[in-house]
């Protein structure tokens, strides 16, 4: 399996290639891919060092996949030029999310929607992997009515200068240099400070992560007749993601049985003990490619109603980790 890795220097990018090697994907050649700037430079995997190359060179080197995490411009120009070559694109950019002609995919719930036409495939938002893991089961058993979800979301999700952002303040903060001048990637100091603005404002007044959000669900469940309403709020939390998810159902439910549902569910694991302060956080979900769910509870202010918190690696399960598991769905199957 030639397969090529799109954005390979990046924060995303060196997350993919670490979680090819610890699950084994049957690479049997590796194309590392970059901006012209990092063209030469060596990646090594399993022991072997590859050169960087171009776009256009991976284009004529043919690979049988290609796992894209290079930014929304990058994959409408190129995605279609792999594609063309009988390259099949897994992109982790929002670019072709909400194309009614690609599939959105979460493998655990609907990577039975793929076939060997599909040569571009869109991987969702993090928040949305994540936030779906959850709903989808749940909405199976007791048809949800609507969602309102408050993310508080790490500054991985950003890149490595948000990271470098927050750092650099947190290191002046403790030496003192208060006045000193960082580098920022945000509108305003990440540390000690919740910033409720995540991406760029688009329509309404909501963010474009908070309109992936209300959005990408939909798809992926394949169930257009649930609402969801969205604020997304970036902590200076250096990695994992967590929401606050208010969640109305049609049908009542029961909550031994929502949780016995959640503890079953594939990928989903359910930290939800109080009474020994046993509840999912992102200081423990970092480097794991499961979905944490806990603090699940009714909700007294209206009937059908529950509250629960849910915490993911937004690099590993909301990023790497499900472009892969998608490429080995598509192998496993003969897709590619």
Not at 76 to 91: M, R, S
Request: hydrophobic share 40%.
């Amino acid at each position: 399996m030639k397969v090529a890795v799109v954005g390979a220097t990046g924060m995303v990018g060196q997350v993919m290639l670490k979680v090819l090697e610890e699950r084994n994907f049957p690479v049997t050649e590796l194309i590392p891919v970059a901006s012209e700037r990092s063209v030469g430079k060596i990646i090594a995997y399993k022991g072997k060092e590859y050169p960087v190359v171009s776009l256009p060179t991976a284009v004529e080197m043919r690979p049988d996949i290609a796992l894209f995490s290079a930014g929304g411009g990058t994959s409408l120009e190129w995605a279609p030029k792999f594609a063309e070559v009988g390259t099949t694109v897994v992109d982790n950019s929002s670019a072709w999310r909400m194309d009614a002609t690609k599939k959105l995919v979460v493998p655990e719930i609907n990577a039975s929607v793929l076939t060997k036409e599909d040569k571009i495939i869109a991987n969702p938002n993090c928040s949305t992997i994540q936030l779906v893991m959850v709903l989808n089961p749940l909405h199976k058993k007791y048809k949800i009515k609507r969602v309102v979800v408050s993310t508080y979301q790490s500054v991985t999700g950003t890149g490595k200068a948000a990271v470098d952002q927050l750092n650099a303040e947190t290191e002046n903060a403790v030496k003192g240099n208060s006045n000193e001048s960082v580098e920022k990637v945000y509108p305003y100091e990440i540390f000690k400070n919740a910033l409720p603005q995540c991406d760029v404002f688009d329509e309404g007044d909501y963010t474009k992560e908070e309109l992936k959000l209300m959005r990408e669900p939909l798809k992926i469940m394949g169930d257009y007749s649930f609402q969801l309403t969205a604020t997304a709020v970036r902590v200076p939390v250096q990695g994992g993601h967590s929401e606050s998810v208010n969640i109305e159902f049609e049908n009542d439910f029961d909550l031994d049985e929502v949780k016995t549902i959640l503890s079953e569910t594939s990928g989903v694991v359910l930290q939800d003990d109080v009474a020994n302060k046993v509840y999912p956080m992102c200081l423990y979900s970092e480097g794991k490619d499961e979905v944490f769910v806990g603090r699940i509870r009714r909700d007294p202010s209206q009937p059908n109603t529950l509250n629960c918190w849910i915490v993911a690696d937004n690099l590993r399960k909301g990023a790497a980790t499900n472009t892969i598991q998608i490429a080995e769905y598509l192998v496993e199957k003969g897709l590619v």
